[in-house]
């Protein structure tokens, strides 16, 4: 058990809706980053913060968003939802900013009817 | 940006084998290089890493080694077992940007009995 908890495991849902993933880090663990893992793409990087604040962006899609809260608990948005954004979503934290290693969660899956 | 290949995308070898999986980074100032193991249904799971002032990492039947000059690491499983079935993953990272990891594509390791 790494220690991350990732919610829900499983998330159905509808073309043009909304949903939101959560994730809370290993304790002690101040940078949060987001994942998306699909069978074409691989683990792709979407967002990292650290201490509440946005360290890192990747490819993330301009209908996701992300934030860390001040308990360092974290949320990934996702909005007007497509058949493709069906994914894997990881979440993963570490002890710092950079050079540390990260430690994943066991993810949200993701399905978009 | 850090580009990471990974090679091969499908291992199968008989129990007591070893496996060798490579990777290759495109970004020189790359740092700092982790294994991860995924089994189905869970999240990637470290398994050792290797920063770049070190050539070579051992963790019992886990070997990592690291040539800097050709831009290429890879990862050495001897005594093979079948719970080493699984997929893994190479990742880069440079130290100055987040600490965000670019992973490889990911090899599928079979263990045959």
């Known amino acids: 058990d790494s220690g991350v908890t990732q919610t829900p495991k499983h998330l159905i849902t509808a073309t043009g809706q909304r949903v939101t993933l959560r994730c809370s880090p290993r304790?002690?663990?101040?940078?949060v980053y987001w994942y998306q893992q699909s069978l074409d793409q691989g683990l792709q990087f979407l967002i990292q913060?650290?201490?509440?604040?946005?360290?890192a962006k990747g490819n993330i899609l301009e209908r996701f968003s992300a934030q860390q809260f001040p308990d360092l608990h974290s949320e990934l948005n996702l909005s007007s939802l497509e058949l493709g954004d069906s994914a894997l979503y990881f979440c993963?934290?570490?002890?710092?900013?950079?050079?540390?290693?990260?430690?994943f969660g066991n993810g949200t899956r993701l399905t978009v009817t | 940006g850090e580009n990471v290949e990974q090679h091969p995308s499908t291992l199968s070898v008989q129990e007591g084998d070893s496996a060798v999986i490579k990777c290759t980074y495109s970004?020189?100032?790359?740092?700092?290089f982790p294994w991860y193991k995924q089994e189905l249904g869970k999240g990637p799971q470290l398994i050792i890493d290797?920063?770049?002032?070190?050539g070579e990492k051992k963790d019992q039947r886990i070997a990592v080694t690291l040539n800097k000059t050709a831009k290429h690491f890879s990862l050495h499983i001897t005594e093979t077992q079948p719970e080493d079935s699984a997929v893994y993953f190479c990742?880069?990272?440079?130290?100055?940007?987040?600490?965000?990891?670019?992973f490889g594509q990911g090899t599928e390791l079979s263990v045959k009995p």
């Open positions: 304790s002690g663990d101040l940078s």
């Open positions: 970004d020189s100032a790359s740092n700092y």
């Open positions: 990742a880069a990272s440079t130290g100055n940007q987040g600490g965000k990891l670019i």
């Open positions: 993963a934290s570490s002890v710092s900013r950079e050079g540390s290693p990260l430690h």
């Open positions: 290797i920063r770049s002032n070190v």
């Open positions: 913060y650290y201490n509440g604040e946005e360290r």
